[in-house]
């Protein structure tokens, strides 16, 4: 499938935050800021449906604020001892002041 970047967010929504939700051609996403680097990803927990933009990221783990389990944010995989499908990701990178994402991926794990 082509490449297709789209503006998700400018980079002023980190201001304060390292998770920010936002819908981008009518999907729910969040962006998430780990040092450096921009992960993009499906907002709800494949597991209950849990919105991660409540959650939080350390060494590039997104954290489901419902039951903790955490998901690689380069590949998508759950945490060991959950077993359900991996977090959808998205490629991302910033663009003059823009995060932009990959909609062309259409969510594949392991994507970013």
């Known amino acids: 499938m082509p490449e297709r970047w ?13 998770i920010v939700g ?14 450096d680097s921009f992960f993009a990803a499906e907002r709800a927990c494949p597991h209950e ?5 409540q959650g939080r990221c350390t060494s590039a ?10 998901f690689d944010l380069h590949s998508g995989a759950v945490s ?9 990701i998205y490629p991302s990178r910033l663009v003059s002041s823009h ?8 969510g594949s794990a392991g994507a970013a």
């Open 49 to 53: 449906g849990a919105d991660l933009a």
């Open 99 to 106: 995060i932009q994402i990959n909609l062309g991926a259409k």
């Open 61 to 70: 783990r997104l954290y489901c604020p419902r039951h903790l389990a955490w």
């Open 22 to 35: 936002v819908t981008v051609e009518g999907q729910p996403l969040v962006i998430v800021r780990d040092g």
């Open 80 to 88: 060991p001892g959950w077993f359900f499908r991996p977090l959808k």
């Open 6 to 18: 789209v503006r998700a967010c400018h980079l002023d929504a980190f201001d304060k935050r390292q």
